[in-house]
């Protein structure tokens, strides 16, 4: 029979080798669960990496549009100037009337303006072509009783009679229509009237000084010194002229 010290060996080697295969279970189930992390990690990994590539195209996609905007910018930034020459130009073949009263009955807006330009510059101002294509008030809300009217803008077929229409008011100088004086000026874009409107001092200032002088499109002021022709694009170089 074994001894009692073979039996508690025994016993102590049944105790490791069940206690070994716990720990094997258990080193088991620790690599089973690092293989399902590392399962996991590699597709967050995987995911990162497709987030990243995203987020370059992203990024790229980014710099063109910039690129894009930019040169669109510019192209629009060397466009502007010309459509806003082209808008002033097709303004400027447009005649502004001003002086006929909001109470003045009008039936057919460009017969009466036809009408009124006849009587105002003389039949024989115009040429056998002479209509009105179309005239209409401006669009700000009817003046009251007694405030100025609002103007009348008139396009006429044949440009060449919008220039002698202006002419022949210029030479004039005073035009009557029942007892109302009325004015012919050409039609201009807001951006031209605030060039325009900045030489209004410096041309009091030549009438003051008995200088000859005529307001060319689109605000360039011809001025006649001692035979010879001074021209002004800027307001400030015209009052230092002024002020020698």
């Known amino acids: 029979m074994p001894s009692g010290e073979e039996k508690d060996l025994r016993q102590m080697l049944v105790a490791m080798q069940h206690r070994l295969t716990q720990i094997d279970g258990k080193i088991d189930n620790l690599s089973y669960r690092m293989d399902r992390m590392t399962e996991h990690l590699d597709k967050h990994v995987e995911r990162l990496d497709q987030s990243e590539r995203r987020v370059s195209e992203v990024e790229d996609g980014q710099t063109q549009l910039s690129t894009s905007h930019v040169k669109l910018t510019k192209e629009l930034n060397s466009l502007r100037p010309k459509v806003d020459d082209l808008e002033a130009r097709s303004w400027r073949k447009n005649l502004r009337i001003v002086g006929v009263t909001e109470s003045t009955v009008i039936d057919n807006m460009e017969g009466f303006i036809e009408g009124l330009l006849v009587q105002l510059l003389g039949c024989t101002t115009f040429s056998d072509l002479f209509i009105v294509?179309?005239?209409?008030?401006?669009?700000?809300?009817?003046?009251?009783?007694?405030?100025?009217?609002?103007?009348?803008?008139?396009?006429?077929?044949?440009?060449?009679?919008?220039?002698?229409?202006?002419?022949?008011?210029?030479?004039?100088?005073?035009?009557?229509?029942?007892?109302?004086?009325?004015?012919?000026?050409?039609?201009?874009?807001?951006?031209?009237?605030?060039?325009?409107?900045?030489?209004?001092?410096?041309?009091?200032?030549?009438?003051?000084?008995?200088?000859?002088?005529?307001?060319?499109?689109?605000?360039?002021?011809?001025?006649?010194?001692?035979?010879?022709l001074l021209f002004f694009t800027d307001h400030r170089k015209l009052a230092q002229f002024v002020k020698r």
């Open 133 to 228: 294509e179309r005239a209409h008030r401006s669009l700000a809300t009817r003046t009251p009783p007694g405030a100025p009217p609002r103007t009348i803008i008139a396009r006429l077929l044949n440009y060449r009679d919008h220039d002698v229409a202006l002419c022949r008011a210029r030479e004039l100088k005073t035009l009557q229509y029942e007892g109302i004086t009325i004015s012919l000026y050409l039609d201009f874009t807001l951006q031209v009237q605030e060039g325009r409107r900045q030489f209004i001092a410096g041309k009091k200032q030549l009438r003051d000084l008995h200088f000859e002088y005529r307001m060319l499109y689109p605000a360039k002021l011809r001025v006649e010194v001692d035979g010879s």
